[in-house]
């Protein structure tokens, strides 16, 4: 079977609700991927911010083969070792007075499971979010997202219940947040909107805001959670710590598993009965994500995430010097983005006419957000491809 052949079983048996590539991808081996030829390409999109352990990692494969073996399933109905692992891991992993987790499925639904707490915990039911964000595309989680492009035709969601101010407007937040906000959710790094970083300002000022209404301070980590931006988290770049802080992506290192982790006060307003999954926290996905969390530590990636992501930056930032299609270069970690306009496209393009596989954010912002592990030599054949692109124009 070709790629032709594929797509033509995708036209006939697949709902067409996504625009993809013409690639197939076969097979994966650390940070590279194969299409069915055997083609290889550098993989600097790593599953949009998954794959942190990159393809075929031997711990996470070793701990997958073998959880699965065991059991895959039990329900919440039931306690399994493999969740209460990845509880206590994930408690080892995050600040005071951060302490405790409840696992779903997705980012989605962690930020529906992050809002519902919120709700019921303050008994109050407006949320203040920010325009350009991005929360996933379930019903409360669309309505949160800044971004009426992905709301259209679904309207009127839950808009009465969230108000959209502009990010990193300061005054903007202070005059949203009052003692009927239940909650503010915010992303450190808006990632589908650009990689466009929250100034300290504005982060600083909403942990204040909340703490003098009452309003709980809900933290979207799905994208910059797990060591992407250098730190575990993405909130400890700007000496907060947030009430509520939701999980997925890079948590079970490709296999799907989302979480919130609260404060064990807050995490005490769900009652038996209150929320909850069938497949949320089944062994496999927790085994998954205490192999990534062990993995990331015993290869230090988070430091090495801070450190390869700083010299990368500042390579880009040189490479792009005096070009007038490079309007800027941001980031933590290994989360960048290169705001280039319509050029994102092109070099996206160019990128994978030359074997790297690469994707645009927010319109014209080429983000990389390679597995953690990525090699120098990956990152330098990236910098020539860009090096290359930039000289043709
Ligand atoms: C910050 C953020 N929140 C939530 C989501 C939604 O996650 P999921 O697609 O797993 O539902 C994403 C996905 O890109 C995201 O980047």
Redesign the pocket.
Known sequence: MDLNDIKTLYGSYLFQNYGREDLCIARGDREFIYDLEGKEYVDFVAG??VNCLGHGHPALVKAISEQAARMIHISNLYYSREQADLGEALASIVPPPLAVSMFC???????EAALKLASKHTKRARFVTCKN??????CA?LSATGQPKYQEGFEPLLSKAFDHIPFNDVEALKSSVSKTTAGLLL?VI???GGVIPASKEFISTARDLCDDTGALMIV?????GIGRTGKWFGFQNYDVVPDII?L??GLGGGV?I?AIVSTREIAKTFTPGSHGTTFGGNPLACAAGYATIATIRNEGLVSRAASTGAKWMADIREIGEGSKIIKDVRGMGLIIGIEMGESAKELKKFGFENGLLLNVAGGKTLRLVPPLIVSDGSISRFNDCLRDFLSRQ
């Open positions: 949009i911010a499925n997705s980012g989605a639904e962690a930020n964000s991005f929360h996933g595309r379930t989680a992303e808006q990632g589908e979207d980590e799905v994208q910059t939701s997925a992506k799907p989302g």
